[in-house]
């Protein structure tokens, strides 16, 4: 403090450099202090408290007054004559958190002060607590300029604290002005409470506040304030809560990686906002009003992001008090889908004069959504053209789902089905959007179509041959016997462009016996037959199923001829659990399909054969009925599926050839090596599933799904057959293929004759 009476005193030159954490408690406990104050002659003035959120022209006392108490804004002017002194520089570099709890304890202040020699009134408040006017009414006395670098958070946490307070003020004959005000911060900077602000800029000249990263905040939502000092905020960090930079010459530069989080006014008194970042009225999720005192300038790097409800009308507002210029875009933050009203547009900005040089919203458009916006000369709308889930290019199946989504989204949806729709109508990523449609497919799963048809191909084949008897000649011809059979296999259904496809696993038992009736030639048999498989499908889907299936069969050979009749049953049950990983992560829907499919196969078959080789030619032809029982999804609320009864009946035809050697060995055992081909070809290509979303409104049409049967297939079964007196052995190895579907299969098969 420079001088006392009547007579000056200059303050000399302050630097305060700290690295570490400092942690304070208790009032007016600042972290960090830093001052030069010239004069000192007395006392300064008292301070009377006034609800204003933003700092005071010393001299002219051009006030904003939004109501909250703000105990710091108004300045009080010290009394008395005498010369004056100059307050000197002061520099504050620190690095490290600094913590302050306190009522009015600044996590750093630094004051630089001239004038003084007078002797000042009273107020409510005192000093250090309050911010006065230092310096004589009858001399001049100047303040230095104020440096400060911090690197890290600072966080105030009482009433009327900030977190960092920066003064320079000059004495009264030379109109308050101070040094020049230079702040730069990278850390979290937060006032306090009742008063308290991020940064306050307190006289000063020419005052420039560099926010190179990080955040400016305030318990009281007081971001930044000034005073009289023509106040430069440039940003690259992240401004929450009330602007208001005083009665100087100001501008607030957001940059491209700046976002500033406005709350009711930004005041620049006429000053320019010029957004390269993100503007966002009272943050994302919160709808409010901001005025922006001054002119506001957006560059084609610059969005306006905003809040909007339409069905209530509402939305976040930008209120410029001079001219707006704006290219960029209006960033729409997502609400719900089911919110929007399309052609219902909402005022976001309005200004005395505004120019559009090219603001859009199209980087708002989603895969579903298109909005859109329209300007005139004082006001900028937004809005919605469109919202349609059917996107052009899905396959048929996806086509159907998402027509029924369309029609839930315009029924109105309801609470349990709007996270589904919001995570489809946000999507802007094609394949996640064709991804998460395709795991809403009932038709995905193997076990509703595919694959008990399959396996119905499989058990019915292995009704139709029994031969024996003694020597070469028989063992090509029907006999009486018992007979068992055991295999496993593979399929797959490969995935194309619009469909799923998966992979399964499955193990079979067969047995029966076949019998000679009281007429010679004719033959009779039966069958049953246990199956259990497992599959993963991409959708993904996972599953085991297990099937029983039991057949008849009746043959009459008539010597090279042999002609057959088959029909057989199969019931199959699967435990099927669909995971889904959106809305949120690793639900499943879990359900308990059951299929019933009966058969029946004519087949007719003719023996060519030699001492040592053989061929047999066949045709078939059989017909189907394939059933669903209806079941409903549970696990997954909001994404549950309810499948509907569905039957299907359909037909099919085959030619096969099989070609065979047959060798004797010296011990009487008959050798059979052969192979079989054959092409089957199916009236039908798909298996109709209909189904609708459980959290569906009730108005909602169902949806039908079509699952890819193949229409043809091939086979080329290889085998090995040996015949002992009283039975025989099999291996067998068959593959099938056809329409991106393929299945492997391996068989040991024994028969007894009796």
């Not at 875009?329 to 009203?341: A, G, K, M, R």
């Not at 004082?378 to 996107?391: A, S, Y």
């Not at 085959?654 to 009487?668: F, M, P, Y």
Request: net charge negative.
């Amino acid at each position: 403090l420079g001088g006392s009476g009547a007579s000056g005193g200059n303050g000399g030159d302050v630097e305060v450099s700290v690295k570490g954490a400092i942690a304070t408690s208790g009032k007016a406990a600042y972290g960090v202090l830093a001052q030069s104050v010239g004069g000192g002659g007395g006392l300064g003035g008292g301070v009377v408290p006034a609800t204003l959120v933003f700092g005071v022209d010393p001299l002219g006392l051009v006030k904003i007054d939004t109501g909250i108490p703000y105990s710091v804004a108004s300045l009080g002017m010290g009394g008395g004559g005498g010369a004056g002194g100059d307050g000197g520089a002061v520099k504050v570099s620190t690095t490290g958190a600094i913590t302050t709890t306190g009522e009015e304890a600044h996590g750093i202040y630094a004051q630089s002060t001239g004038g003084g020699g007078g002797i000042g009134g009273t107020g409510a408040n005192s000093f250090p607590a309050a911010i006065a006017l230092s310096g004589s009414n009858g001399d001049q006395g100047t303040a230095g300029a104020i440096t400060i670098v911090h690197a890290g958070d600072i966080k105030a946490f009482g009433d009327g604290a900030h977190g960092i307070l920066a003064q320079s003020v000059g004495g009264a004959g030379s109109n308050g002005r101070g040094g020049d005000i230079n702040i730069a911060v990278g850390g979290a900077i937060q006032g306090g409470g009742d008063g308290g602000a991020g940064i306050f800029l307190a006289g000063g000249a020419s005052n420039h506040l560099t926010i190179k990263g990080g955040s400016v905040s305030s318990r009281s939502f007081l971001a930044i304030l000034g005073s009289d000092g023509d106040d430069a905020v440039d940003n690259a960090g992240r401004i929450t809560g009330e602007i208001g930079l005083g009665g100087g010459a100001n501008s607030l530069t957001n940059r491209a990686a700046g976002l500033v989080e406005s709350y009711r006014v930004v005041a620049l008194n006429g000053g320019t906002f010029a957004n390269a970042g993100v503007l966002s009225p009272y943050g994302a999720g919160n709808l409010g009003v901001t005025r922006i005192l001054g002119d506001l300038t957006q560059s084609a790097t610059g969005g306006l992001r905003i809040d909007a409800r339409y069905h209530a009308g509402t939305a976040d507002r930008i209120e410029v008090a001079g001219a707006a210029s704006l290219a960029g875009q209006v960033i729409l933050e997502p609400y719900h889908v089911l919110d929007l009203i399309p052609g219902k547009y909402l005022t976001v900005l309005s200004a005395a004069a505004l120019a559009n040089n090219g603001i859009a919203s199209d980087a708002n458009d989603t895969l579903v959504i298109d909005y859109g916006l329209t300007a005139t000369a004082t006001q900028l709308k937004v809005g919605t053209n469109r919202v349609d889930f059917v996107l052009a290019g899905l396959s048929p199946n996806q086509v159907a789902i998402t027509r029924h989504l369309q029609a839930s989204w315009g029924l109105g949806g309801t609470p349990a089905q709007e996270p589904l729709l919001d995570e489809l109508a946000f999507q802007k990523d094609r394949p996640a959007y064709v991804a998460r449609v395709n795991t809403l497919d009932p038709g995905a799963s193997p076990p509703q179509g595919v694959t008990p048809l399959m396996s119905s191909l499989t058990f019915v084949g292995g009704l139709m041959s029994c031969p024996g008897g003694e020597g070469a000649i028989d063992v090509l011809h029907e006999g009486a016997c018992y007979w068992a059979k055991a295999g496993g296999g593979s399929s797959s259904m490969e995935a194309s462009a619009t469909e799923p496809g998966y992979q399964q696993q499955a193990l079979r038992l067969q047995a029966g016996g076949q019998f000679e009736l009281s007429q010679p030639g004719w033959f009779g048999g039966l069958s049953l037959g246990l199956e259990d498989s497992r599959f993963d499908s991409g959708a993904p889907a996972h599953s085991r199923a297990r099937r029983v299936q039991a057949g008849a069969v009746i043959k009459r050979e008539m010597g090279p001829l042999l002609l057959a009749a088959a029909g057989s049953y199969q019931y199959s049950r699967a435990d099927l659990s669909r995971t889904l990983n959106f809305p949120i992560d690793q639900v499943s829907a879990n359900s308990h399909p059951q299929t019933n499919l009966a058969s029946l196969r004519l087949r007719a078959a003719y023996l060519a054969q030699g001492r040592t080789f053989y061929l047999r030619p066949s045709i078939e032809g059989e017909a189907y009925h394939l059933g669903l029982k209806g079941y409903r999804e549970s696990g997954a609320p909001g994404l549950n599926l309810i499948v509907r009864d569905s039957d299907q009946s359909f037909t099919s035809g085959a030619a096969n050839l099989e070609i065979g050697a047959i060798r004797v060995t010296a011990k009487g055992v008959v050798l059979r090596p052969y192979a079989n081909v054959g092409v089957t070809r199916f009236s039908e290509i798909s298996w109709d599933v209909t189904a609708r979303m459980e959290s569906a409104p009730a108005a909602a049409p169902d949806f039908t799904v079509k699952t890819q049967l193949p229409k043809q297939l091939t086979r080329a079964a290889i085998g090995l057959e040996a015949d002992f007196e009283r039975g025989a052995i099999r291996l067998e190895y068959e593959p099938r293929q056809g329409d991106r579907y393929r299945d492997d299969t391996a068989a040991i098969k024994l028969r007894m004759q009796f």
